[in-house]
Every structure is written in structure tokens, then in C-alpha cells.
């Protein structure tokens, strides 16, 4: 048998997500309760791929459902609050010596936070390339 005409093992995470997609499209009444119950099984027991996308095939891929934005005003109004209170409970002078502290020690470290904000950089974009769209 040549390689590339080999099923791929699946996983629990592929069964699982196999079993969830046939779960919704039961919810949708797409699937009697029988057939899910002997889908399901089928599932649990498959040990390749194809046999999951086989009790899947007929079923229409389900679209993604939309994550709902969180609003940024929680945040903010926390942001603000707390550089309020900051601003009337310490005293002006301890609050100018800590930012005049906070520039020195970026000046300091800016030889290390360099590199190190550039490798992020590099991780989060080819982490972003390689996740699956």
C-alpha cells in the first residue's frame, strides 16, 4: 500500500470533535436519536480519519459561530479609576520620583527589552502563520 493512500490515526481530540459536529446537527434535527446513538459509537470506535469524515460526509459542515466581541469599556473605566485613585491618595512627589525611576530603568534595560520585544514579535507572527484558519 503506498503512503500517501494510508489512513491517518485519529485522535481522542478527532473523535470528540467528530462526535460534537454530529451532537449539533442532532440539535439542528438533522440526525434521529438512533442514528446518533450508532454514529456516536462508530465514532468512539473509529481508528482513522476517514472513518470519522465517512459518518460526517453526509452532513453539512456546520458554519463557525460568531465570538461575540467583549466591549473595552470595562477595562478602561478600571484604568482610569484606579490612576484616580492613585492620583489622590499618593502624594505628588513619590508619584513624579517612581516615573523619573520607570524612565531611568528603561534606559538601563533597553538593551535587553529590545531583543527580547523583537523575538515576541517573531513568535506571535509565526505563530499566526502556522495556526489553522
Known sequence: MAILQRDVRASDHDREAAVAFLKAH??????AEDELAWRTDAAYRSVGVHELQRLTSDLPAAALPRRRRRSPVLPVVLLVSAIALWLVTVPPELTLVLIVLAFVAV???SPLWIPALLAFVAYRLIRTRLSPR
Open 26 to 31: 442532532y440539535a439542528d434535527g438533522r440526525l
Open 107 to 109: 534606559l538601563l534595560l
